[in-house]
């Protein structure tokens, strides 16, 4: 083959390779482009799915303010009778004081019997020390044994004896506070004063809001006119997300808050003291109804309040939002499941300020 024949096969392979490695390199780069959509794809629906998670999140902070009233419409109220402690008493657990260990076997320890070579050859002397020796160490598991039982078996009486001091305890309580509450009830019947505002209070303290709800409360009954009044602590407007939804946004590759609206924020704010207004007066009249003296309140009072800070003093202020009163027949005749709580409030004769001072109120301005 002639030098230039050669060189021209060389060539057409280097070319060859050059092709090629410029195929894998086109390769290359293609599968990272793919690779780094995939990444990318991935981060945009993690995104997606975090401002739906979100959004989640605010949609049942929502719900739950939304149904501050009729989630407890179908609740039993409290009643004395619910008042009434049950001795928590679980049966006794001894745990491993309650497992006997088990006694030595004598089989474990047994030698061997040796085979009738092993007889004639004068096996039966050596059998007959190692069978001694093994009853020996029979003889001292057993003791050691029966040592370990007797001291399991007092452990058992102790931890016996303190469950049953517990359980004499705990039913000891039970009863000392079943007694409390039968002569609380007692004076409920007769109208005493503390004693009904006592049950009012352990009404309030039974009723279960939503986290970020104060709890704070004032009970006083007035036998003149059979009414029980509360003052009672509302939540701030700052309970009311802010926040209507978040979306992710792909110009700026992140996932940002939607604002609500401020006049969704105080007309929301609005219904919901006026939920927790209804829903307070619900529970005093359905609780003292089912105590046996049910004539004792005939009427509720509720003045809903604020804590915040007066801005322009720096000091703490307790505005007043609204303040209601029913009458047990004409709260009974409501279907507050079906009621709009503003009109439902305003029918019924409720002091508010007006919309725009009780935002201002409710953010302590």
């Not at 390779?17 to 599968?31: F, I, Y």
Request: charged residues 30%; hydrophobic residues 40%; aromatic residues 6%.
């Amino acid at each position: 083959m002639s030098r230039r024949g050669s060189l021209s096969e060389l060539e057409q392979r280097l070319a060859a390779r050059r092709r090629e490695d410029e195929r894998l390199a086109r390769e290359h780069k293609r599968q990272e482009r793919e690779q780094e959509q995939a990444r990318q794809q991935e981060r945009v629906e993690s995104a997606q799915q975090d401002a739906q998670e979100q959004t989640a999140a605010v949609q049942e902070q929502i719900k739950s303010l939304d149904e501050v009233l009729t989630s407890v419409l179908a609740l039993p109220p409290v009643s004395f009778d619910r008042l009434m402690a049950t001795p928590r008493t679980p049966p006794f657990d001894p745990g491993p004081l309650g497992v006997p260990l088990p006694a030595p076997d004598w089989s474990d320890f047994a030698p061997p019997r040796p085979g009738l070579l092993r007889l004639l050859l004068g096996g039966a002397a050596r059998h007959k020390r190692q069978t001694a020796q093994a009853q020996g160490r029979f003889e001292a598991a057993t003791a050691e044994h029966r040592e370990h039982e007797s001291q399991r078996h007092q452990e058992l009486a102790v931890a016996k004896a303190k469950y049953h001091g517990k359980v004499t305890e705990e039913r000891a309580r039970a009863v000392a506070r079943n007694a409390y509450i039968a002569r609380r009830e007692s004076a409920f019947g007769a109208g005493d004063a503390e004693s009904v505002a006592w049950f009012a209070r352990c009404v309030l303290k039974a009723s279960r809001y939503p986290d970020g709800f104060p709890r704070a409360y004032q009970v006083a009954y007035h036998p003149g006119d059979r009414k029980v009044a509360i003052d009672f602590e509302l939540p701030p407007q700052r309970v009311v997300p802010s926040v209507r939804t978040y979306r992710y946004v792909q110009a700026r590759g992140a996932v940002e808050p939607v604002p609500r609206p401020e006049h969704e924020i105080r007309q929301r704010y609005e219904r919901l003291i006026a939920c927790v207004a209804l829903r307070t007066l619900h529970e005093i009249f359905s609780a003292t109804a089912s105590a046996d003296a049910p004539d004792v309140v005939q009427a509720v009072s509720f003045t809903g309040y604020v804590s915040t800070t007066d801005r322009a003093t720096g000091k703490p202020i307790r505005p007043h939002l609204l303040s209601v009163s029913a009458e047990r027949p004409v709260f009974g005749d409501l279907v507050l499941a079906a009621v709009e709580p503003a009109a439902c409030l305003a029918a019924l004769g409720a002091q508010t300020p007006a919309d725009a001072g009780l935002a201002e109120r409710a953010r302590g301005r």
